[in-house]
């Protein structure tokens, strides 16, 4: 079993709508959860860091962490077709050795 | 500032060639990765350094030696090049564990 699981889509919606986009976790030694987007032949690029539970916003997007469901989750507001790519999670042990598991990705296409 | 590089964009090699995947950045980060991403296996790190003269293995290190000679720079090499070894190599950097991680461009490697 992967210590994170993601589905990988694809997913289509028109724009304007809302994303939800999951992860479930298997290991309770991670603490920070982290939200990459993708773009086709990039790297991935920052766009959500969250510690612990709760939740965060930024804009169009919203993280939540819920450890005692070993899940988390990324809302996209608005949805735009610029925002069609690929999406994921990751997350991190705090202290220790340097652990930082990626989730497989969900693509995401927004419909015009 | 010009972020994390890294030289090549693309590479075929045939079984049992070595090559060094480079890779700099110049934001005086101390943490510096390498991940390989596969589909449906999303990011594997690979190996990681922590500052000049300090490296640790990852998930997948096998195959690949890495050494940290200077702040900036972060050579990942292949010894003996396998057909399993065929992936998109990422290199990335940060200022400390917890803080954001900025990923180059990457390398897409074929191994005939």
């Known amino acids: 079993q992967k210590e994170v699981e993601q589905d990988p889509g694809p997913l289509s919606v028109p724009e304007g709508a809302i994303v939800s986009l999951n992860c479930t976790y298997s290991?309770?030694?991670?603490?920070?959860f982290m939200w990459y987007r993708q773009y086709s032949r990039k790297g991935p690029e920052l766009l959500m860091y969250t510690y612990s539970s709760g939740n965060k916003e930024d804009g169009r997007f919203t993280a939540q962490v819920d450890k005692s469901s070993k899940y988390i989750s990324l809302f996209i507001r608005d949805s735009q077709p610029s925002d069609s790519a690929t999406y994921l999670c990751a997350m991190m042990v705090p202290s220790g050795t340097y652990k930082y598991i990626f989730g497989t990705g969900t693509r995401l296409k927004v419909l015009a | 500032n010009a972020g994390v590089t890294q030289t090549p964009k693309f590479q075929v090699l045939k079984t049992g060639q070595s090559m060094t995947l480079q890779c700099a950045q110049d934001?005086?980060?101390?943490?510096m990765s390498w991940y390989r991403q596969d589909p449906g296996m999303g990011l594997r790190l690979i190996h990681y350094s922590v500052g000049a003269g300090i490296t640790d293995q990852g998930e997948v290190p096998n195959g690949y030696n890495v050494s940290r000679s200077t702040t900036e720079d972060f050579p990942l090499r292949l010894l003996s090049a396998a057909p399993s070894q065929t992936s998109v190599y990422f290199c990335a950097s940060s200022y400390s564990r917890y803080n954001e991680q900025f990923f180059g461009p990457g390398t897409r490697l074929t191994v005939l």
């Open positions: 934001m005086n980060h101390e943490y």
């Open positions: 290991n309770s030694a991670f603490q920070y």
